[in-house]
Protein backbone atom coordinates (compact mmCIF):
# COMPACT_ATOMS: atom_id res chain seq x y z
CA UNK A 1 0.00 0.00 0.00
CA UNK A 2 3.17 2.52 0.62
CA UNK A 3 4.08 1.61 -2.68
CA UNK A 4 1.45 2.48 -4.54
CA UNK A 5 0.70 6.16 -2.23
CA UNK A 6 4.14 6.83 -3.62
CA UNK A 7 2.75 5.78 -6.88
CA UNK A 8 0.11 8.38 -6.59
CA UNK A 9 2.98 11.20 -5.26
CA UNK A 10 4.96 10.32 -8.54
CA UNK A 11 5.71 13.74 -10.58
CA UNK A 12 3.98 14.22 -14.07
CA UNK A 13 7.83 12.80 -15.54
CA UNK A 14 7.12 9.53 -13.52
CA UNK A 15 3.52 9.09 -15.29
CA UNK A 16 4.71 10.17 -18.61
CA UNK A 17 7.41 7.24 -18.60
CA UNK A 18 4.36 4.79 -17.88
CA UNK A 19 2.19 6.14 -20.60
CA UNK A 20 4.94 5.96 -23.30
CA UNK A 21 5.96 2.73 -22.22
CA UNK A 22 2.09 1.53 -21.87
CA UNK A 23 2.08 1.87 -25.38
CA UNK A 24 5.02 -0.88 -26.52
CA UNK A 25 4.68 -3.15 -22.90
CA UNK A 26 1.77 -4.05 -20.87
CA UNK A 27 1.87 -2.18 -17.38
CA UNK A 28 1.42 -3.86 -13.70
CA UNK A 29 -2.11 -3.03 -12.76
CA UNK A 30 -0.18 -1.09 -10.16
CA UNK A 31 0.96 1.72 -12.50
CA UNK A 32 -2.28 0.97 -14.57
CA UNK A 33 -4.22 1.99 -11.86
CA UNK A 34 -1.86 4.78 -10.73
CA UNK A 35 -1.83 6.16 -14.10
CA UNK A 36 -5.85 6.36 -14.22
CA UNK A 37 -6.10 7.78 -10.88
CA UNK A 38 -3.41 10.52 -11.95
CA UNK A 39 -4.71 11.30 -15.12
CA UNK A 40 -8.10 11.69 -13.10
CA UNK A 41 -6.59 15.28 -11.58
CA UNK A 42 -3.87 16.05 -14.41
CA UNK A 43 -4.74 18.02 -17.20
CA UNK A 44 -1.29 17.84 -19.25
CA UNK A 45 -1.06 14.02 -18.40
CA UNK A 46 -4.34 13.46 -19.94
CA UNK A 47 -3.21 15.73 -22.87
CA UNK A 48 -0.23 14.19 -23.00
CA UNK A 49 -1.80 10.35 -23.21
CA UNK A 50 -4.00 11.56 -25.77
CA UNK A 51 -1.05 12.74 -28.25
CA UNK A 52 0.40 9.35 -27.55
CA UNK A 53 -2.70 7.77 -28.86
CA UNK A 54 -3.62 9.43 -32.00
CA UNK A 55 0.51 9.64 -32.93
CA UNK A 56 0.01 5.75 -32.66
CA UNK A 57 -2.95 5.53 -34.48
CA UNK A 58 -1.32 7.65 -37.49
CA UNK A 59 1.94 5.69 -37.36
CA UNK A 60 -0.07 2.40 -37.45
CA UNK A 61 -2.32 3.93 -40.91
CA UNK A 62 0.64 5.19 -42.70
CA UNK A 63 2.62 2.52 -41.70
CA UNK A 64 -0.57 0.57 -43.43
CA UNK A 65 -1.00 1.95 -46.15
CA UNK A 66 2.71 2.71 -47.75
CA UNK A 67 4.42 -0.34 -49.27
CA UNK A 68 7.51 -1.24 -47.55
CA UNK A 69 10.93 0.61 -49.48
CA UNK A 70 12.64 -2.62 -49.93
CA UNK A 71 10.05 -4.22 -51.76
CA UNK A 72 9.64 -0.42 -53.89
CA UNK A 73 11.04 -1.24 -57.89
CA UNK A 74 11.18 1.12 -60.66
CA UNK A 75 10.21 0.49 -63.67
CA UNK A 76 12.41 0.92 -66.88
CA UNK A 77 11.13 3.98 -67.62
CA UNK A 78 11.10 5.87 -64.27
CA UNK A 79 14.66 4.27 -63.47
CA UNK A 80 15.61 5.92 -67.03
CA UNK A 81 14.03 9.23 -65.61
CA UNK A 82 15.71 9.12 -63.03
CA UNK A 83 19.26 8.69 -64.37
CA UNK A 84 19.16 11.36 -66.76
CA UNK A 85 17.68 14.23 -64.15
CA UNK A 86 20.75 12.68 -62.09
CA UNK A 87 23.10 13.26 -64.70
CA UNK A 88 22.13 16.42 -65.44
CA UNK A 89 22.16 17.41 -62.51
CA UNK A 90 25.98 16.38 -62.35
CA UNK A 91 26.86 17.61 -65.62
CA UNK A 92 25.39 21.20 -64.12
CA UNK A 93 27.53 21.15 -60.96
CA UNK A 94 30.57 20.46 -63.10
CA UNK A 95 30.25 22.94 -66.45
CA UNK A 96 32.72 25.50 -65.95
CA UNK A 97 32.24 28.66 -63.84
CA UNK A 98 31.96 31.33 -66.98
CA UNK A 99 28.84 29.01 -67.76
CA UNK A 100 27.44 30.05 -64.61
CA UNK A 101 26.74 33.77 -65.58
ZN1 LIG B 1 0.67 14.69 -14.55
Redesign the pocket.
Known amino acids: MKRFFQFLFM??EG??ELISASMDTDLTRLDRCAVRI??TF?K??RQ?RKQIMQLRIMLRSVDEKMPCIESMQLDDQARSRLLNALNQEMSNDNRPVDDAD
Open positions: PCYTHACGCY
